[in-house]
């Protein structure tokens, strides 16, 4: 579990193909204070475990699925990535609850500055528009924003001059892919709304409570 704000900007050293896996090697330094092999790293949104690590890399494993439902397939040597460790009882949730499970890889359809911020456009899949609402969250390559617009399967989200220096946004172009994560309480509800015997439980109380 992660909250969707990047701990610092990670490098890629090495990605190597094993058969239909990868094993991705990444230079660090914040995100490895206190971290033990076994521990969690969300890397570009995508959460990793830790295989091997030292004082200044640590390497994780790539299965096919991770490869074929995510961006990291396309990550080269010096390439920056956006890192987070997992959440902790202590740790402030300063942006929404994250999983670390890409539900789509959108493409970035606008980089606008605005004043001192900038306005990021995102096209995605159309399978997950209805887990996308204006106002709510979304995690893009691992950082949580709000949506502020949306336009045919195209959600826009305002950055701030913080998160657009201290993240790999920096070095995103037109055309680049990027991974989302929509919000995990939408997923939920969207299950809750679809269920079969839904409007029975309204009726007899929602989980049980009679609401008369």
Known sequence: MFTGIIEELGKIKNLSV?????????????????????????????????????????????????????????????????????????????????????DCVGKIAGIDRKGDSYELKVSYSKEVDKFIALKGSVTLDGISLTVSNIKNNVLSVAVIPHTFENTNLKFKRVGDLINLEVDVIARYLEKLMNKSDYNSNLKDGLFGLNLD
């Open 18 to 102: 094993k058969g239909r896996d990868a094993v991705i090697c990444i230079e660090a330094l914040k995100v490895i204070e206190g971290t033990k092999i076994g521990d969690s790293i969300a890397v570009n949104g995508v959460c990793l475990t830790v295989v091997k690590m030292d004082k200044n890399m640590f390497w994780a494993d790539l299965s096919f699925e991770t490869l074929n439902k995510s961006s990291l397939q396309n990550l080269k040597p010096s390439n920056f990535v956006n890192l987070e460790r997992a959440l902790t009882l202590s740790t402030r949730l300063g942006g929404h609850i994250v999983s670390g499970h890409v």
